[in-house]
Each structure stands twice: as C-alpha cells, then as structure tokens.
C-alpha cells in the first residue's frame, strides 16, 4: 500500500526542517519536495507550524514508548542493565530518525515550539529522575544529583548526531557508519558504568 498524501507531506517536512531548517523551509518547497498540492498542508495541518507540531509529537510518542519500555519494564533486568540498555534504545531511535536531533536542538535553543518539546520531555526526565534517585543514593543531590546526570547524559548522547557533520570533520571519519555508531555505543556505556559504579546502589 502507497504512503498517503499527508505520509508524504510529513516526510518532506521532516527533510527540510532538519537540513535547512523550520524557518527557511517553505510551504512551497514541502509541496514540491512531497509531490501534493499546498492546499493540501492547509487541509491537513493548517500551516507549517501544524506540520512541525506533528513531526514532534509523532517523534515523542515512538520515543516515549521506548524509553518508558527501557526503564519500567522489570524483566528488562536490574536498574543498571535497563539503564545501560537506555542507551541502544535512544542511538538506535536517533539513527532511525535522522533530522529529529537536528529539529529538537533548533527548536530548544529558542524556537517557537520549546514549550511543546519541554511538555513532550519532562515525564520522561521526571522517570528518568524517579528512577536514579530510587536506587542510587548519591543521586538525591549535589554534584551527582540525578537532575544533572540525566541532562548531560542527554547532551551526551544527542550531540553527537546534532553535531554530526563538524564531527565528521574533526575526527576526518564517518560518524555515522555502523563501526562508530558501535564504538559510540561502547563508549557512551563506559561513561554509565563509571557514573553507575560511583554513586552506589540500593539495587538488590
């Protein structure tokens, strides 16, 4: 079965706002970019900013059923495993989604939607945190308070896709072939486990 109309809308949307960006892309370019009529973005969205607001609450709703499966679900294993897992769930969720990153970073550093995306984050921050602050006691506050931990985590992960293309020319090598996305994965998980191994645990 074909994409529809508004898949195909969606799609072209996602491009042009994660390459060039939600205010240099034009409604005209999306319907040439996705082969509709623009009165179509209209009917379906009512505007561009409607189109963003659906990329971002599509893009939050796959990626909260992710995160939420990786920490709750207790036959995912201790809190340590579901936590070192968290981080092959969202790698894999931003290799999947190319121009979220890109989207997400623009957006947050000031656009017209960091309400939506503070709205879409914070129940999962506020898991994230629950979660830390449960099992490991240095977390409750001060340096290792899970707040922090869980923010420059964050930064950790995302930059390294926002910032794909100066990495790419820094390290003169593909970030994103499926060797550096393995060694991103190790890494990023050595990083957990010496955060993980420095704040002690209740976990039983």
Avoid: C
């Amino acid at each position: 079965m074909g994409k529809t109309a508004k898949e195909k809308i969606l799609e072209a949307a996602d491009e042009l706002f994660g390459t060039v960006g939600f205010d240099a892309a034009t409604t005209r370019e999306i319907a040439e970019k996705s082969g509709a009529n623009k009165a179509l973005i209209h009917y379906h969205f009512q505007s561009k900013q409607g189109l963003l607001t659906e990329l971002l609450d599509r893009y939050y709703r796959k990626l909260g059923e992710k995160i939420e499966g990786a920490l709750i679900l207790e036959d995912k294993g201790s809190t340590r495993d579901r936590l070192l897992g968290l981080v092959d769930v969202y790698v894999d969720f931003l290799i999947e989604n190319r121009n979220f990153g890109r989207i997400v970073q623009r957006e947050a550093a000031g656009g017209a939607h960091v309400e939506r995306i503070a709205g879409h984050m914070a129940p999962l921050f506020s898991i994230g945190i629950q979660t830390l602050k449960s099992v490991y006691p240095r977390t409750q506050a001060g340096e290792a308070a899970a707040e922090h931990l869980l923010i420059s985590f964050y930064g950790a992960i995302i930059s390294y896709f926002t910032y794909g293309e100066l990495i790419s020319r820094l390290l003169d090598d593909d970030p994103m072939s499926q060797a550096a996305i393995d060694l991103r994965k190790r890494h990023l998980k050595w990083i957990a486990s010496t955060l993980i191994d420095s704040v002690g645990s209740n976990d039983s």
